[in-house]
T-cell receptor, first 111, second 115 residues
C-alpha cells in the first residue's frame, strides 16, 4: 500500500547545526511530495514541495530533493535556528486528492 | 485575509451525542479535506471533497460523515461519537497551482474529547 516513513524524533540540535530529517515513501504512480511544518498550537503550513523526480523544493533555507530511485524526500537545512523548533511532516499526494502523511518528527533547537 | 476557519476549537462531549464541526474557507478553493492527528500516527485523512457534492473516503472514514453543499463549507459530522474519536481534527482546503500540485491550507484545529 501507499505509505510515508519518517525518522523518529525528537531531534535535538544546537543552533547553527546541520539538519537532516529522513523521509521515504511507498506509492503507486508518481506522487507529489511535500514537507509541512507545525508550530506549537497551530495548524500545518506548507514548507516546500516537489512534483517529479529530481525536483528540488526549497523555502526559508530548507531543501528537499525528490529522489525516485531511492523513493526519498529528505529535508535538510544548513544552519538551524531556535525558531525552527517545530514538528515536521512529510506527505505525498496521490491521484485525486488523497493525501498520506508521515508520523511527524519533532525538532528542538537549543540556543 | 485568506483563511480556513473551524468551529468549535475545543469540544468535550459524551458518547453517542451527535456533533458537527464546521469548516469554512474564503479562498474559493475546490478541494477540501478533514484529517485527524493522533500522537505517533501523524495526520490521517478522514474524507475529502473535490467539489460541491463530490466527496470520497480517506484512510479512516468509519464513524464520520461529511457533506459539501456549498463550495466554502465542509462540515464534519459525528453521528454517534465514541471515545476512540478523541483527537485533534484539522480541516484543509486546496487548489491546483499547476502540474497537479495542490498546496493545502490548514485550519487551526479542533480538539475533541469524547467521554
Amino acid at each position: 500500500g501507499n505509505s510515508v516513513t519518517q525518522m523518529e524524533g525528537p531531534v535535538t540540535l544546537s543552533e547553527e547545526a546541520f539538519l537532516t530529517i529522513n523521509c521515504t515513501y511507498t506509492a503507486t504512480g508518481y506522487p507529489s511530495l511535500f514537507w509541512y511544518v507545525q508550530y506549537p498550537g497551530e495548524g500545518l503550513q506548507l514548507l516546500l514541495k516537489a512534483t517529479k523526480a529530481d525536483d528540488k523544493g526549497s523555502n526559508k533555507g530548507f531543501e528537499a530533493t525528490y529522489r525516485k530511485e531511492t523513493t526519498s524526500f529528505h529535508l535538510e537545512k544548513g544552519s538551524v535556528q531556535v525558531s525552527d523548533s517545530a514538528v515536521y511532516f512529510c506527505a505525498l499526494k496521490l491521484v485525486g486528492f488523497k493525501t498520506i502523511f508521515g508520523a511527524g518528527t519533532r525538532l528542538f533547537v537549543k540556543a | 485575509e485568506a483563511q480556513v476557519t473551524q468551529n468549535p476549537r475545543y469540544l468535550i462531549t459524551v458518547t453517542g451525542k451527535k456533533l458537527t464541526v464546521t469548516c469554512s474557507q474564503n479562498m474559493n478553493h475546490e478541494y477540501m479535506s478533514w484529517y485527524r492527528q493522533d500522537p505517533g500516527l501523524g495526520l490521517r485523512q478522514i474524507y475529502y471533497s473535490m467539489n460541491v457534492e463530490v466527496t470520497d473516503k480517506g484512510d479512516v472514514p468509519e464513524g464520520y460523515k461529511v457533506s459539501r453543499k456549498e463550495k466554502r463549507n465542509f462540515p464534519l459530522i459525528l453521528e454517534s461519537p465514541s471515545p476512540n474519536q478523541t483527537s485533534l481534527y484539522f480541516c484543509a482546503s486546496s487548489e491546483s497551482v499547476g502540474q497537479g500540485v495542490y498546496e493545502q491550507y490548514f485550519g487551526p484545529g479542533t480538539r475533541l474529547t469524547v467521554t
